[in-house]
């Protein structure tokens, strides 16, 4: 019997905290960028987990899996908030200036050449490489916590990578030759 199957006591949902948090907390992190807002939203997820245990079905999914949906939904829902929030500030900054050429303030915590490559993948691709690196989890589990094949995941995967090194090697190369470094 799972901790979550039946009544999620103390010493249960501490288990569940101990055993996943972690996972959890990289995944954040890699995801946003920044570990204040990683620990936020981590202690968001264990929020909704908590009050959401009636939900939890272990017919469909590991607690992991279910963790890793409740983590991935309140990240979304902050993009969301931060995205309605930011089009109106620029509506009020319209009203009180020119627009400016000058483009988003970068993500806190990662670096621009990294911030360039991420740039280049798909929404999905960023999705996949950030539960592979940042959440540690395996192509089969990726697969389950979104729907998709497990041959889809690593085709995503793959090219994410690829689009990344291509990124990341084309960049030394061109700083290389300004410099005149081999």
Known sequence: MTALSGKLDRPAFERLYQEHAQGVFGYLAYRCGDRDLAEDLLAETF???????GLFDPLRGSERAWLYSIAMNALRDHIRRRAAEGRALERVRAL?????????PAEPGVGAAL???LASLTACERETVALRFGAGLRAQEIAQLTGQPVTTVNGRLYRAL???RAVLVGDRLAVAGETGLP
């Open 47 to 53: 929020e909704r987990a908590l009050r959401g245990r």
């Open 96 to 104: 009180d200036s020119p627009p400016s050429s000058a483009g988003p």
């Open 115 to 117: 911030e360039k490559a």
């Open 162 to 164: 690829e689009k990344l």
